[in-house]
């Protein structure tokens, strides 16, 4: 059955929802489609102590509000009154509807499992995994359980993350899962670029040693290969592996030319 509700009534922050941002030009065509030819598919809500919280339809809802703001009449909107056992249940429902609508992206994507096992419901984010995508297959699982432990470990620092490729993402976790997970952080606090692009080339030399690292013959022992050091305060010394060699990289306010100077004298003296 169809209802007819006040907008004003419909929170759609009450569930995490699993894309970062509405596309404007996607957004914008929407609402010229419901000016035109009026709301094809109802939003989907369920009912809470103080009103209705959005299961799905953001975009829709978004455009219905818009339009009722430019038109000055009171915003309603058509929906469906769901009735999901438990918030997990609500979020597959949110997962299942923007999967067959508008493909989320991969970041996207995994971050809703992230906040569904942060959410206290599951332990584990295989077990969020399986709850969010009971249908999808285990490779697939396995490739969202993986983007999701990326997020878990770089969440916040990256510029836009939700247009980073699958590929891209994968690459990150297999970084992680190599024990790079330190080195891929502090690149990303240490520099200074501000954008996607410049950041993945930053992290660029930190993922070719991770890939790497499993034909390094180099002897491992105990605390080594160090790949990170904090000589002085103010100082970060990262160790990259380049395609031309290795590079140590100095960061921090107290990484002057002058301690460049005495870096330099001290190779010198070692290398005689």
Partial sequence: MIHTLPIAEIDATALPRDRTGLDPAALAELQASIAANGLRQPVEVFQTATGYALISGLRRLTAVTNLAQLRGTQPEIAAFIRTPATLADALVA??????????????????????????????????????????????????????????????????TPEHLSERQILRLSASIRADFTTLLVTALKESRANTLEAQWQTLLPVLVEAENSHTDPTPQTPGRPRRILRPIAGVVVRREMTRDGWVLRFTGPEATGMLMELVMDEVERVFG
């Fill in 94 to 159: 949110m997962v299942e509807e923007n999967d067959i609508r508008q493909n989320p992206s991969p970041w996207e994507r995994a971050r809703i499992i992230t906040t569904l096992r942060d959410g206290g419901d599951f332990d584990t984010l295989d077990a969020a995994t399986r709850a969010l995508y009971p249908h999808a297959s285990q490779a697939k699982r396995q490739r969202l359980r993986s983007c999701a432990m990326v997020v878990e470990e770089l969440d916040g620092l990256l510029a």
